[in-house]
């Protein structure tokens, strides 16, 4: 099934403006993040093998089966909060080691992501917040980038970095500076402009005592 323009461009509308909520507001909804990033993992899994066992000749029960899947996996993560933040530590660990790997066009071994998801993991495990702001800000960042930049042009994968060699140096450049300085502004915005929730708190309670 081919999308139309019409859908395609209202797609991208939307990864935008969910990518930039993420940038900007990821600390603050991160157990919706984490649902929703559960959902596409447990529904891509299931999919997955649901196609490869049936062939692909039945879609409807692979969709079912997707759809009940991304909900178990979501649910899974929304509960499980301390495994969710691990993994999500790890993957952005991966994705990062990945992306400096591409960007110098050098070739690893997989068993190398290994260091990078276990660092990154235990990262966001013990500093929650600042891990927490910092992989929600640049990771919305970049894919507002890659979603803005395939609305414009679309004959390359926003999944694959090796597009960054058929698209010249300049635009290279404007790219990355472009997810650096969107990154760096959601960073800021979520850890220093908008005040500490347990500050909140204690001003409320303490005004509520001398009845204010």
């Given at each position: 099934?081919?999308?139309?323009?019409?859908?395609?461009?209202?797609?991208?509308?939307?990864?935008?403006?969910?990518?930039?909520?993420?940038?900007?507001?990821?600390?603050?909804?991160?157990?919706?993040?984490?649902?929703?990033?559960?959902?596409?993992?447990?529904?891509?899994?299931?999919?997955?093998?649901?196609?490869t066992l049936t062939d692909g000749k039945e879609i409807v029960v692979i969709l079912i089966a997707a759809v009940a899947g991304g909900l178990i996996v979501g649910a899974l993560f929304l509960f499980l909060y301390s495994s969710g933040v691990f993994l999500?530590?790890?993957?952005?660990?991966?994705?990062?080691?990945?992306?400096?790997?591409?960007?110098?066009?050098?070739?690893?071994?997989?068993?190398?992501?290994?260091?990078?998801?276990?660092?990154?993991?235990?990262?966001?495990?013990?500093?929650?917040?600042?891990?927490?702001?910092?992989?929600?800000?640049?990771?919305?960042?970049?894919?507002?980038?890659?979603?803005?930049?395939?609305?414009?042009?679309?004959?390359?994968?926003?999944?694959?970095?090796?597009?960054?060699?058929?698209?010249?140096?300049?635009?290279?450049?404007?790219?990355?500076?472009?997810?650096?300085?969107?990154?760096?502004?959601?960073?800021?915005?979520?850890?220093?402009?908008?005040?500490?929730?347990?500050?909140?708190?204690?001003?409320?309670?303490?005004?509520?005592?001398?009845?204010?």
């Amino acid at each position: 099934m081919t999308l139309s323009p019409l859908m395609y461009n209202f797609l991208l509308t939307a990864v935008v403006l969910l990518s930039l909520l993420i940038c900007f507001f990821g600390y603050r909804m991160f157990r919706f993040v984490l649902a929703i990033g559960g959902f596409i993992i447990g529904a891509s899994f299931v999919a997955g093998f649901g196609f490869t066992l049936t062939d692909g000749k039945e879609i409807v029960v692979i969709l079912i089966a997707a759809v009940a899947g991304g909900l178990i996996v979501g649910a899974l993560f929304l509960f499980l909060y301390s495994s969710g933040v691990f993994l999500v530590g790890a993957i952005f660990g991966i994705l990062l080691f990945s992306g400096i790997i591409g960007f110098v066009n050098s070739n690893t071994s997989p068993i190398l992501y290994i260091l990078p998801a276990l660092v990154g993991g235990i990262l966001a495990l013990l500093l929650q917040k600042f891990m927490i702001i910092l992989i929600t800000s640049f990771t919305g960042a970049w894919v507002s980038v890659m979603a803005v930049l395939y609305f414009i042009n679309r004959d390359f994968s926003p999944f694959r970095l090796e597009f960054l060699d058929l698209i010249g140096e300049n635009q290279t450049y404007r790219i990355v500076f472009s997810w650096l300085a969107l990154g760096m502004l959601g960073f800021i915005t979520q850890y220093i402009v908008f005040p500490k929730k347990g500050k909140n708190t204690e001003a409320v309670a303490l005004s509520d005592e001398q009845g204010v």
